[in-house]
């Protein structure tokens, strides 16, 4: 065996504000030391990696492969595809050797990922077909490459290490390919003051591009949702020898349909390491407070799956709320991991799945109705059984009353829970709760309701699951970049003569709001780029702007031939009428329900008109009653909004879609990124509705849009204050919302005067004419990290929905920012480069580019990049490009 203690490495110097590479990985290699992994200095090329891994292999499967056997192993196992490598790694394989006997054979220690060996392999030399590569770090598990780490020193970004991992992977017969790299999990770039990483992927999930279509690259952090980003405080935590192989075992999840490795947040690994815990201990119930966008189904998914592995666990039920967030949840989880859950078409087949003792029965999906039903004694199924001499459901589930039953509730505050609340844990005396939310329910957004017959108690989420285990509120979200700011707009109606101004949370004319929508929209959304909603205050609100936005867009059309008329979509439940599954969606769409029991047939009759102009537009043939298929068209037009997408023209695209309850908890959208509010909101229905516009897409979607026409600033106020976490008062503030206009122009202005004195630093104009002029790398690329700047306040300023056409043609025309202006100003940039036979990569290197704070106009210019070099560059290679390939 080769041991640790006969290497030591100076220790990288703290206060040195210029480290060496070579100082930062022996320092990091130090540190792994005294974390107990071996350092194996004599492990320098191919051979002595396969050598290493067959002694550790014939190890653990207890056997010794003659030197055919075992070329033929690494035949088999080594594989372009990281997909199959990934499972290989976690499985039981199976082997026929020389004499024909068969060798059931595992790489690592399954059962316990705690007991196999680490070790540390630097500056290992694999050739390819073109050159050869050297690898700064590999942590090796059994003596299989599960990790590599690459590093660069400070001032220089990790990117240039992740562009570099890039590039090694795109090169023919590169390592990870032809060689036990093809197991590497997990890449971890840093400059020892910066860590990040990612998990390993076939190549059409393992880019960094310009459209932002690449694989999650995350930072560590603590409990507490505090950063962990210096490399050695990294080590401590993350690469701890049995912390990283939990991580790889337990927090990796392999999404078959896909074929794709995800590797879960910190803040998602916290969660279910509670969830178990509490249950390991019975202690009890709780909840996980995690943002809306945070990725709670992945996080469910993996307690669930886990628990599944608990022999003192009989069943895990994952209950949600409606049948689209049955069918939603359960292909998520499929997603995952494939038919680890099926469908529960009706009550009796959850009934027979619970009472079943087959495995694949232990976590099961179904929704809190179905639950319900089973559970009531007086519902027409049980009745029914009753009158057929047969047993109830109630009384086929009493065997389970015994039983460790462990339900996880995907969203705990719907209006089905607390009526279902007390019979849950009547009958099921050992079951334990846990809850997720977005939103909790504290003591100032409680509603007075009956629960466990009991006037306002049992209200809070604290009161329902005992205690909080874990939070990662939108406050995390937004300064991790995983979700969006808002950007609010209250819009104050012109006054007029004789008229008093409407006080906040009062209505203004339709056409008011209409008129500003109109004037508004395409600048909100990025020329129609993106889509909104209006969330109305009722049934016959939505009714009413669906009909105004056709009249008067008819009209400006028969005005106008070049008119180019929004889409407009509208949605609202019809009355129930006994039907249940329409029943079943208005539970929790309270302003719907009441408002269909006044004039259902006057609703209907607005509807079908809806549904006909809809068909009209779209050449579908929706009816009324098959509602739900027109509701998940809809849903689809607003998610399909990719532009440009040639396959998908604007014309099947829906630009405004008017609704009153629906879609504004639950519904995910990159493409959704302006929301009009004309009804009164608040608390965790104002922060719901608010989220449907930042989920995360590139730079061209910097917040979300929010115009509200009931200038609710004092609700928005409050609900800031309450969700907010531990931040409070400005600090909330300053994270939730963008600066105001202002503040941005004046920080425009600042980002002008500093690339108009560097340019006069340069003895150079601030023109176009000037950029090809700028002489050497450190100067352009100074050049355009200014421009940047630039680039990015002015495509902010432009989707503000409180500055109108004319201010931003001001402010473009004051600062030189005229659309054309920026092109030439690229263009010079880029036809420098191109005329010098420059390195791209070499160029960007000082440049932290960023993957979301890119700008709309830098996109237009990545988007055209590719072609333009490869046009022009005259076979050269130009370092760095394949990062921005599509």
């Known amino acids: 065996?080769?041991?640790?203690?006969?290497?030591?490495?100076?220790?990288?110097?703290?206060?040195?504000?210029?480290?060496?590479?070579?100082?930062?990985?022996?320092?990091?290699?130090?540190?792994?030391?005294?974390?107990?992994?071996?350092?194996?200095?004599?492990?320098?090329?191919?051979?002595?990696?396969?050598?290493?891994?067959?002694?550790?292999?014939?190890?653990?499967?207890?056997?010794?492969?003659?030197?055919?056997?075992?070329?033929?192993?690494?035949?088999?196992?080594?594989?372009?595809?990281?997909?199959?490598?990934?499972?290989?790694?976690?499985?039981?394989?199976?082997?026929?050797?020389?004499?024909?006997?068969?060798?059931?054979?595992?790489?690592?220690?399954?059962?316990?990922?705690?007991?196999?060996?680490?070790?540390?392999?630097?500056?290992?030399?694999?050739?390819?077909?073109?050159?050869?590569?050297?690898?700064?770090?590999?942590?090796?598990?059994?003596?299989?490459?599960?990790?590599?780490?690459?590093?660069?020193?400070?001032?220089?970004?990790?990117?240039?290490?992740?562009?570099?991992?890039?590039?090694?992977?795109?090169?023919?017969?590169?390592?990870?390919?032809?060689?036990?790299?093809?197991?590497?999990?997990?890449?971890?770039?840093?400059?020892?003051?910066?860590?990040?990483?990612?998990?390993?992927?076939?190549?059409?999930?393992?880019?960094?591009?310009?459209?932002?279509?690449?694989?999650?690259?995350?930072?560590?952090?603590?409990?507490?949702?505090?950063?962990?980003?210096?490399?050695?405080?990294?080590?401590?935590?993350?690469?701890?020898?049995?912390?990283?192989?939990?991580?790889?075992?337990?927090?990796?999840?392999?999404?078959?349909?896909?074929?794709?490795?995800?590797?879960?947040?910190?803040?998602?690994?916290?969660?279910?390491?509670?969830?178990?815990?509490?249950?390991?201990?019975?202690?009890?119930?709780?909840?996980?407070?995690?943002?809306?966008?945070?990725?709670?189904?992945?996080?469910?998914?993996?307690?669930?799956?886990?628990?599944?592995?608990?022999?003192?666990?009989?069943?895990?039920?994952?209950?949600?709320?409606?049948?689209?967030?049955?069918?939603?949840?359960?292909?998520?989880?499929?997603?995952?991991?494939?038919?680890?859950?099926?469908?529960?078409?009706?009550?009796?087949?959850?009934?027979?799945?619970?009472?079943?003792?087959?495995?694949?029965?232990?976590?099961?999906?179904?929704?809190?109705?179905?639950?319900?039903?089973?559970?009531?004694?007086?519902?027409?199924?049980?009745?029914?059984?009753?009158?057929?001499?047969?047993?109830?459901?109630?009384?086929?589930?009493?065997?389970?009353?015994?039983?460790?039953?462990?339900?996880?509730?995907?969203?705990?505050?719907?209006?089905?829970?607390?009526?279902?609340?007390?019979?849950i844990k009547a009958f099921f005396p050992k079951a334990q709760l846990f809850g997720f939310t977005g939103t909790p329910i504290f003591e100032q957004n409680a509603s007075l309701q009956k629960i466990e017959d009991t006037q306002a108690s049992m209200r809070t989420t604290e009161d329902l699951f005992q205690k909080q285990l874990h939070a990662y509120t939108i406050t995390h979200a937004i300064e991790d970049g995983n979700v969006l700011r808002f950007h609010v707009d209250y819009f104050k109606p012109k006054e007029e003569t004789g008229k008093k101004a409407p006080k906040p949370g009062e209505a203004i004319a339709k056409r008011a709001v209409f008129e500003a929508i109109f004037a508004k929209h395409d600048a909100a959304t990025a020329g129609r780029r993106f889509n909104a909603i209006l969330a109305t205050s009722s049934i016959n609100d939505a009714i009413e702007y669906h009909g105004l936005f056709k009249t008067v867009q008819a009209e400006k059309q028969a005005a106008d031939p070049e008119f180019q008329p929004l889409n407009i979509a509208c949605v609202f439940s019809p009355p129930a009428e006994g039907d249940k599954d329409v029943q079943q969606i208005q539970e929790d769409l309270p302003q719907e329900k009441t408002d269909n029991e006044q004039d259902p047939e006057g609703k209907k009759a607005a509807l079908k008109d809806i549904l006909a102009d809809y068909n009209a537009r779209y050449d579908t043939n929706h009816k009324l009653g098959e509602f739900d298929l027109y509701y998940q068209d809809v849903q689809k037009r607003i998610k399909d909004q990719q532009w440009p997408n040639a396959d998908y023209p604007h014309a099947q695209k829906i630009d405004i879609t008017i609704v009153v309850d629906m879609l504004l908890t639950g519904f995910d959208s990159q493409y959704l990124n302006t929301l009009y509010v004309d009804k009164n909101l608040k608390h965790h229905g104002l922060i719901q509705a608010f989220s449907r516009t930042n989920r995360v897409l590139n730079g061209t979607k910097p917040y979300g849009n929010i115009l509200d026409f009931r200038q609710q600033q004092a609700e928005v106020d409050v609900a800031i204050a309450l969700f907010s976490g531990e931040k409070t008062g400005e600090q909330a503030w300053e994270i939730w919302l963008v600066d105001k206009a202002p503040v941005v122009i004046q920080k425009l202005e600042v980002a002008v005067q500093q690339l108009d004195s560097f340019m006069k630093s340069q003895g150079l104009d601030t023109t176009p004419e000037a950029v090809p002029n700028l002489k050497g790398d450190a100067a352009r690329a100074c050049f355009i990290e200014r421009f940047k700047e630039v680039q990015r306040l002015k495509t902010q300023l432009d989707q503000y929905t409180d500055l109108t056409e004319e201010n931003r043609a001001a402010i473009a025309a004051k600062h030189g920012l005229a659309t054309d202006t920026l092109q030439s100003f690229v263009d010079g940039i880029l036809d420098r480069m191109i005329f010098d036979a420059e390195q791209l990569g070499d160029l960007f290197a000082p440049l932290d580019l960023g993957w979301k704070a890119r700008t709309q106009a830098e996109l237009a210019l990545m988007a055209d990049l590719h072609p333009l070099l490869t046009k022009r560059d005259g076979g050269r290679d130009i370092s760095g490009l394949r990062a921005y390939e599509q």
Request: with cysteine.
């Open 1 to 423: 065996m080769h041991s640790s203690s006969d290497s030591k490495y100076p220790t990288a110097d703290a206060s040195s504000s210029v480290l060496r590479e070579d100082t930062i990985e022996y320092g990091f290699i130090g540190t792994l030391q005294g974390l107990k992994y071996d350092y194996r200095s004599d492990i320098i090329d191919r051979a002595s990696l396969e050598r290493n891994f067959r002694e550790k292999f014939e190890a653990l499967n207890r056997v010794h492969l003659t030197d055919a056997e075992f070329a033929r192993l690494l035949d088999e196992i080594v594989t372009v595809d990281v997909f199959t490598a990934a499972k290989t790694l976690r499985e039981i394989n199976a082997f026929t050797r020389d004499d024909g006997t068969p060798l059931n054979y595992s790489l690592v220690n399954l059962k316990d990922w705690c007991k196999n060996t680490f070790e540390i392999v630097n500056q290992l030399r694999i050739n390819t077909d073109n050159s050869h590569h050297r690898y700064d770090v590999l942590l090796l598990i059994n003596g299989v490459p599960c990790v590599q780490i690459e590093l660069k020193t400070l001032g220089i970004s990790p990117r240039r290490a992740m562009e570099q991992i890039v590039n090694y992977k795109n090169d023919p017969g590169n390592g990870y390919t032809r060689t036990l790299l093809c197991f590497l999990q997990l890449f971890i770039v840093s400059n020892r003051d910066r860590t990040y990483y990612f998990a390993n992927n076939n190549a059409r999930h393992f880019a960094f591009n310009a459209d932002e279509r690449f694989l999650p690259v995350y930072e560590f952090a603590d409990e507490a949702n505090k950063k962990i980003t210096h490399l050695d405080d990294f080590a401590a935590r993350f690469l701890m020898k049995c912390a990283l192989g939990k991580t790889i075992s337990r927090y990796m999840v392999l999404i078959q349909s896909e074929q794709k490795l995800m590797i879960m947040r910190p803040y998602q690994v916290y969660a279910v390491q509670q969830i178990v815990q509490c249950i390991e201990d019975d202690a009890g119930n709780g909840y996980i407070w995690h943002t809306t966008g945070s990725g709670k189904t992945l996080t469910s998914f993996k307690a669930s799956t886990l628990l599944k592995l608990n022999d003192h666990i009989h069943k895990c039920l994952f209950v949600v709320d409606r049948k689209d967030l049955d069918r939603q949840t359960r292909e998520e989880f499929n997603r995952f991991q494939e038919g680890c859950v099926e469908e529960n078409t009706n009550t009796a087949a959850l009934v027979r799945r619970l009472r079943s003792e087959d495995y694949a029965d232990k976590v099961i999906v179904t929704t809190i109705q179905k639950l319900g039903l089973a559970l009531d004694e007086d519902s027409k199924r049980n009745k029914q059984r009753k009158k057929n001499d047969q047993p109830t459901y109630k009384e086929l589930l009493e065997q389970l009353q015994d039983k460790r039953i462990v339900f996880i509730f995907d969203e705990c505050h719907r209006s089905q829970f607390g009526e279902n609340h007390k019979a």
